[in-house]
Structure formats: structure tokens, C-alpha cells
């Protein structure tokens, strides 16, 4: 499954370029699978939501923690109506990399629409990689979003930094680490 995975990456990650879409470091996707795969092993049935995912390819890496022994659905949003046509023409793909106890879909929406729209304490891990200044809302709508024992994670938490409003939240309501790759993810768990 791996071998997929490079390949895949490697044709998001080129697409993404053309698109002009800053993408997520290889190891920061490599976070994002392993926290997913986390994710799967205590559930039975994972729910998992993708915010700014682009053309896939911070979802492809998702759908590769998925990709064990897992059940569920991978939502990957996306607002901007070129890179959400790239992304829904990826599906099949970042399909066959989650296998086939994954349902993935891709969503033309305003990433906090979307999340707002969502029945509370229904997903399972939350990947935000969306406008900086839309962080604080982000934040704030996935305390209610997350179910007990669910994560959001926040890409780009180090460089461009979010508003320091997100810092605070964050410190006040989630435990929260930054791992502190060059661009920083910043896990947060609702108290």
C-alpha cells in the first residue's frame, strides 16, 4: 500500500504545484497517517474530515492511515471550484488508498459551513489547513464536532502563524501540543 501511497503523492503533491497550492511536508502527512491510523484503532467506525484539502494530497495521506483495518468515511472540502474539480477527479485514487471499508467523498463547500453543518460529537479526527484567520471559528466549532477521544489538528501552526486568538482558545479549552515541524501541527484534544 505504501507504493501506492508515493505515487499518489507524488502526482497530488506535482498538481498541487500547478494549482499554486502551498502542500503540507512529507512529514507532516506522515503525522497526519499516523494520527488517523490512531484514530481507527480505537473505534470501530471513524469518521474523518479533511478542511482545505486542495487537489487530496494531505488527504492521501489520511486515507493511507485509514487504510488499516479501519471502517468509516474520509470528507475531503475543498472551496475553490478548480482545485475541488482536481480533487473530485482524484477520488477514485485517494479511494484506493483508504481500501475498500472507507467510504471517501469530496465536498465543494466553505470548509467552515461544512463544519458548522455537521451533527456534534460526530467525527472522529479533524484536519484544518484553511485561511489562518478562519483558525479562532475553526477551533470553536470542533470542541463541539469532535467526539470524546477525537482530535483536530491545525497545519501551519509555527509558519504563517494563526491569529494569536487560536493560541488562546486553544490553550483555555484543548490540551494541545505543537509538533514543531518546519510549518508546526498543533493536535488539539477538547478537555
Sequence with gaps: MWRLLSRVIEKLYKASLEFGI????????????TLAFLVCTQRNYVK?????????YSTAFLAYGMSSECRGE?????????????????????SEIAGSN???????????????????????????????????EALKLSKKKLRRGGLAVFHNAIAPRPPEEFFQIASK????IIIPSRAGLLIAFPH
Design 22 to 33: 502551498p502542500t503540507i511536508d512529507v512529514e507532516d502527512g506522515l503525522i497526519l497517517s
Design 48 to 56: 474523518v474530515v479533511d478542511l482545505g484539502a486542495g487537489v487530496g
Design 74 to 94: 474520509l470528507v475531503a472540502v475543498e472551496l475553490e471550484d478548480s482545485r475541488f474539480k482536481e480533487l473530485a477527479a482524484n477520488t477514485k485514487l485517494l
Design 102 to 136: 472507507i467510504r471517501v467523498t469530496a465536498v465543494n463547500e466553505d470548509g467552515l459551513e461544512y463544519l458548522s453543518r455537521l451533527e456534534d460529537e460526530s467525527l472522529d479526527l479533524l484536519f484544518v489547513d484553511i485561511e489562518k484567520k478562519l483558525y479562532p
Design 173 to 176: 479549552e484543548f490540551k494541545t
